[in-house]
């Protein structure tokens, strides 16, 4: 089946500095891809929908200057949190629209701690 | 607009006990599809089932169950003879529109005793 592969699944950074996270799909071109975050047990809230080729689409009150997506290619997308401060730790998980089927296939997340 | 409620924050349960986990959606399009997902403690989500707006049977897969009832707007899951390893975050979740967007409720979390 389709396969997401979802990178770092950990990271610390110091305050101020800046995230990369990589979402890839690996058996498939994924035209349209979603970033999650999740706060502990909380639901998982859609921040953006990221299209190849063309500019994110944010959701309401998610700051676009801060997590800046990337998705360049049709097996890559990236979510970048500038500037990161302690209040933007949590968990994000990607997710790619599988072709030729109405789901979802979802990265393995990532757990960001900004100390 | 999208909606997807799951009231139930927690539930509770002992080993071998059917339990059902609710979920109730809401949205204007004719068109949609419901999901539900496992979430274990690692945080990875598991697809457990997709089913669209018209396609109304209920389904069994093993020890699983679902009731989708558009009268009712309800797309309910129960697990049968449960086990501590269902233990886990249940999400169900709708997609429904041209984005493509998956709205995810908040959430019933299920604890298995054993």
């Known amino acids: 089946g389709a396969v997401v592969s979802q990178h770092p699944s950990r990271v610390i950074c110091k305050s101020g500095t800046s995230v990369k996270i990589e979402c890839r799909s690996l058996?498939?071109?994924?035209?349209?891809m979603f970033w999650y975050r999740q706060f502990p047990k909380q639901s998982l809230m859609l921040m953006a929908t990221s299209n190849e080729g063309s500019k994110a689409t944010y959701e309401q009150g998610v700051e676009k200057d801060k997590f800046l997506i990337n998705h360049a290619s049709l097996t890559l997308s990236t979510l970048t949190v500038t500037s990161a401060h302690p209040e933007d730790s949590s968990f994000y998980i990607c997710s790619a629209r599988e072709p030729g089927l109405y789901g979802y296939t979802f990265g393995s997340g990532t757990r960001l701690t900004v100390v | 607009a999208q909606k997807v409620t799951q009231a139930q924050t927690e539930i509770s349960v002992v080993e071998k006990e059917d339990v059902t986990l609710d979920c109730v959606y809401e949205t204007r399009d004719t068109t949609y599809y419901l999901f539900w997902y496992k979430q274990p403690p690692s945080g990875e989500l598991v697809f457990l089932i997709r089913r669209n707006s018209f396609d109304e049977q209920n389904e069994i897969s093993g020890r699983y169950s679902w009731n989708f009832q558009k009268s009712t707007s309800s797309f309910n899951f129960t697990i049968t003879a449960s086990q501590v390893v269902d233990s886990a975050v249940y999400f169900c979740?709708?997609?429904?529109?041209?984005?493509?967007?998956?709205?995810f409720g908040q959430g019933t979390t299920l604890q298995v005793k054993p």
């Open positions: 058996d498939f071109q994924a035209t349209t």
């Open positions: 979740a709708l997609s429904s529109g041209n984005t493509g967007k998956l709205i």
